[in-house]
């Protein structure tokens, strides 16, 4: 019988902390239900169902895509690219503003605070820190500006010449092998060895990425990930639902504040 082998955060930082220091190693980070607690592009559909921005049309048509893709009728290219043709015309300049808006309003309460510590713990190593997202740019950015995660490899809408969407996604779409491919290109760009390299995610399509480094950490891996976990002995890490109370959500806010008015000033 195959077992699973468990790692704690707090085994992970110490991990972290007794690894070698300097930017050769990589620690890259998925996004959507490894450093937030969901997913973030629910937040921004239900942004625009409370506000009567979308019609019967495109409910019943995101609703239909979100089912065939959960039972496999749909790639992920296809989902993305639906996605954005909803939007076409919109201003990204806009979007970006909404972004910022659904991260402070939605988003900040569902980081997990386990995974801003290996964040925080790999940085104080000097480790060169990577948010790798399937995620659109308006949902990506704004989590990896509050972690203080300056390189992010995600989806990003096409744009005419007036900064708005078209309705496309620029290519390749970032998403299982061409994930893997994005990491690996990161790497060899950056001089990062790929070997001594960390990757933490959730999702069964970055057992692809997982495979590519040195050190994969799955968190809270769906069936496919942890069954791929077991067979290598990858240490899974399993984090609880968060749900931080406004309070709390208010003090890690107003540090990221601080943060970004320190480096302005800088």
Sequence with gaps: MVTMTMLSPADAIAEIAASSPGPRVGAFFDLDGTLVDGFTAAVHVGDRIRRRQVGIGELLGVFEAALRFRFGHLEFEHLIVRAAGYLRGESLIDLDELGDRLFVERVASRVYSHMREIVQAHQERGHTVVMSSSALSIQALPVA????????????????????????????????????????????????????SYFYADGDEDAASMSVVGYPRPVNPRSGLAAAAAAHGWPVMCLASVRRRPMRTLRYLANHVRREAQRDAD
Excluded: M
């Excluded at 390189?151 to 969407?165: K, P």
């Excluded at 078209?166 to 990161?186: L, S």
């Design 145 to 196: 500006r509050f972690l203080g995660i300056s390189n992010v490899q995600c989806n990003r809408f096409e744009l005419d010449e007036h900064g708005r969407l078209t309705g496309g996604i620029v290519e390749p779409i970032v998403w299982g092998t061409t994930k893997a491919a994005a990491v690996q290109q990161f790497c060899a760009d950056n001089d990062v060895a790929v070997q001594r």
